[in-house]
Each structure stands twice: as structure tokens, then as C-alpha cells.
């Protein structure tokens, strides 16, 4: 394809070096390094537009979770291209592949425009929270609860509790992150009533997915990570604009460092759930790419 003054290919992500996709998301000043790329690659499928001598200037991939759950991600554009329509066109390939199921993505400010023109309705804000961990005092543990440590045999019960507050089942997803994570579950009843994850990615650590069904629960299988990481930098991505949780990140040396917007497309993403019996939340993505 010919865009403007560039001659462009686009090939299969899965056959594109690792290192021109890390060049790649250098150049737009994102953290992921080549192992997050590989990672991803496993999970999902995309495409890299190739300039005409093999740069990687542009990317998209999509991530189907199920029949009709498909999450956008990794949308990138070189910074010589963004004005001249590759975006667009990255999408326009998107769109194709996945058909007529729904799609979700996390919008950064720049992408914004492009995915409301495509006739993406922004539902919420994810607030990017980062920086050195810091000490702030052991929480308070939860009523008659207990915390150990997640084992790969937790997949299916950490599954049905992540499906119940995301929508869908990621049990193939969590499968994976749990080989490449370190988790902590709050135990109740005899049952994960909550838990968490975090993995090497980008500058330092990550926390997420975080599921729980109030603040305190939230809190306190997130707090051993930051005792783990005290010191190094640490990240989280979440919903929470207020509340004990989000002072909670703050006061752990994680305050909000950027925003993006949760968006869908053929359907809406974030349902509200009436009802005055807690249920389990998204805390914490477990990236903006798989949401």
C-alpha cells in the first residue's frame, strides 16, 4: 500500500523480529520490552505495516478471548506517520480480521479521536498508576480471612471468580500469566474470595489482574507486592478514581501517572450491575492491551 509518500507492507506479526517491534514501541516511549512482545504474541494475533526497507513503523493486534469478547491492543503508529491516516488504516484491518464481534480497547489520548470517528463509545477511565514502591504500614487483614500464596492448581477457582466480575472467560489467559507470575490469595470460607497477580514487564513489575469484591479485599492481596517490590518500580492499572484502594496506590508510591479510556464497539464493555450484594470487581487490568 502507498500512504501519502510511504510505501508500506503489511505483514504478520508472528513473523516480524522482536527487535524492530521493541524499536517500534521505543519510538512512541512505551515501556514494553521484547519479552512483553513475545508474551503477547502468544496470546494473540496482529499485524506490523513495514516501511520500504523492513522498519517496523506501525502495529495492531487483536486478542480473542471468546466467540464474542475480542480485545484491541498494541496499536501503534510511527510519530512521522500519525498524521497522515495509518492509524486509520491499521484499524481498518482490525476490523476485518475479528468481522462482526464486539471489540474492546484502551484508548490513549492521542487514539482517542481516531476510535470515537470508527464509532467507539468511551465508557471508562483507567488510570495508570506507577513509580517506586514505597512502605506505608501493613493493612489491616480482612475479617476472618487469610492470605497464601496462588499455585497453578487455583487456574480454575481464580478463573470462575475473574469470569464473574469480567464478563468472560480468560481461564486460557490467567493459565498463562500464572506461569509467568507471582500471586497472592485471600481465603474465606475455604474459597479465593480474592487474589492477585504480578509479573516482570516494561521498567520494572506489574500488578494485575486484581479481583476482589471491596476495597479492603482489594487492598490486601495487592499490599504483599508492593512489600515484595519496595523500592522498585512498580505499576497498576485500574478503574478506581476514588476510594480506600486508590489512596491505597497512592500512599504505596504509585500515584496516577497517565490515563486512558476504556472504549467497546458493538456492545457495551463495562455493564452496571444493580444490586446491593458485593461482587467481584476488576481492581487491576491485567494490561491496557487485554484490559
Excluded at 471468546?66 to 512521522?80: A, E, L, Y
Amino acid at each position: 500500500m502507498r500512504l501519502e509518500s510511504f510505501d508500506l507492507q503489511l505483514c504478520d506479526i508472528a513473523g516480524t523480529d522482536p527487535e524492530k517491534l521493541h524499536a517500534l514501541s521505543l519510538a512512541v516511549g512505551w515501556p514494553h520490552r521484547v519479552k512483553d512482545w513475545l508474551m503477547l504474541r502468544e496470546i494473540g494475533s496482529g499485524v506490523v505495516a513495514q516501511d520500504e526497507i523492513g522498519r517496523a513503523i506501525g502495529s495492531a493486534m487483536w486478542f480473542p478471548l471468546s466467540d464474542d469478547f475480542v480485545t484491541v491492543g498494541m496499536v501503534i503508529t510511527s510519530p512521522r506517520l500519525q498524521a497522515h491516516g495509518h492509524g486509520r488504516w491499521l484499524m481498518d484491518h482490525v476490523l476485518r480480521q475479528t468481522g462482526s464481534r464486539p471489540l474492546r480497547l484502551n484508548a490513549t489520548r492521542a487514539a482517542r479521536r481516531l476510535y470515537l470517528s470508527m464509532g467507539f463509545t468511551a465508557e471508562r477511565t483507567v488510570y495508570q498508576c506507577q513509580g517506586t514502591a514505597v512502605l506505608s504500614g501493613e493493612p489491616p487483614l480482612p475479617e476472618q480471612a487469610i492470605l497464601r500464596a496462588v499455585t497453578l492448581d487455583d487456574l480454575a477457582e481464580i478463573a470462575a471468580l475473574d469470569r464473574a466480575a469480567y464478563g468472560t472467560d480468560r481461564a486460557a489467559l490467567l493459565g498463562r500469566l500464572l506461569h509467568a507470575s507471582k500471586g497472592v490469595a485471600l481465603i474465606r470460607g475455604g474459597r479465593i474470595a480474592a487474589f492477585s497477580l504480578a509479573r516482570n514487564f516494561g521498567r520494572g513489575t506489574v500488578i494485575g489482574p486484581v479481583v476482589a469484591v471491596d476495597d479492603a479485599d482489594a487492598i490486601a492481596v495487592t499490599a504483599p507486592h508492593v512489600e515484595i517490590h519496595a523500592g522498585a518500580f512498580l505499576r497498576i492499572d485500574t478503574r478506581q478514581a476514588m476510594g480506600d484502594f486508590a489512596e491505597f496506590l497512592t500512599q504505596s508510591g504509585m500515584p496516577v501517572f497517565d490515563t486512558v479510556t476504556s472504549m467497546s464497539l458493538g456492545g457495551r464493555w463495562l455493564l452496571d450491575r444493580p444490586g446491593d450484594e458485593p461482587r467481584p470487581t476488576i481492581y487491576g487490568l491485567v494490561s491496557q492491551a487485554l484490559g
